[in-house]
């Protein structure tokens, strides 16, 4: 499994920071939290969450390999030592070592978030304006006119045809 953050910013100016892990042989997703103030007791207590959910499931894992982020403290490390998985520190400076991570981040911000004006932490709004022809598409964020509004259904309107519905957060 590989462990790592990354931030939603809502058009109210608001981060939010989403944490989550993947499992690498089944590329599963399991989003562990959002909140605005991530640290590290926040951290450790969505780990624990999750592996009391891990542990009633019954599924195992042998590794977690994670970033060097100051976030991961050693109480989270332990969570997993106390139900059998390694945790695992990536070397300094080293993005590939959790790959999957990282191209799951780069995915959710192109397929997803570069689509989305996200209104709050629960409640994500598709913009006004329409997509482009020949890949292009309108930065919907940055003009004067876009405001937050539900998207019709998909195929009874062309300007959101090329859009497909993705469940981000």
């Known amino acids: 499994m590989d462990s790592d953050f990354f931030h939603v910013d809502?058009?109210?100016l608001r981060r939010y920071c989403v944490c989550f892990l993947i499992e690498v042989q089944s590329r599963v997703v399991h989003v562990l939290g959002v909140t605005t103030n991530s640290n590290g007791?926040?951290?450790?207590?969505?780990?624990?969450?999750?592996a009391s959910d891990l542990e009633e499931a019954g599924r195992r894992f042998r590794f977690l390999?994670?970033?060097?982020?100051?976030k991961f403290t050693r109480s989270f490390d332990?969570?997993?030592?106390?139900?059998?998985?390694?945790?695992?520190a990536t070397p300094v400076?080293?993005?590939r070592a959790i790959a999957?991570?990282?191209?799951?981040v780069r995915t959710i911000r192109q397929e997803c978030l570069d689509h989305l004006l996200v209104v709050s932490r629960g409640t994500p709004r598709v913009g006004t304006s329409p997509v482009h022809p020949a890949?292009?598409?309108a930065h919907s964020a940055c003009t004067a006119h876009s405001r937050a509004v539900e998207p019709p259904e998909l195929g009874h309107d062309s300007r959101w045809s090329s859009?497909?519905?993705t469940a981000c957060i």
């Not at 007791?41 to 999750?50: E, H, I």
């Not at 332990?78 to 695992?88: L, P, R």
Request: charged fraction near 25%; aromatic fraction near 14%.
């Open 10 to 12: 809502t058009v109210f």
């Open 135 to 137: 890949g292009s598409r």
């Open 100 to 104: 999957y991570a990282e191209r799951f």
């Open 78 to 88: 332990e969570v997993f030592t106390s139900i059998g998985i390694e945790t695992i």
């Open 163 to 165: 859009i497909t519905p």
């Open 41 to 50: 007791g926040w951290v450790t207590q969505v780990a624990r969450n999750f």
């Open 93 to 95: 400076r080293s993005p």
């Open 65 to 70: 390999i994670r970033d060097r982020d100051t």
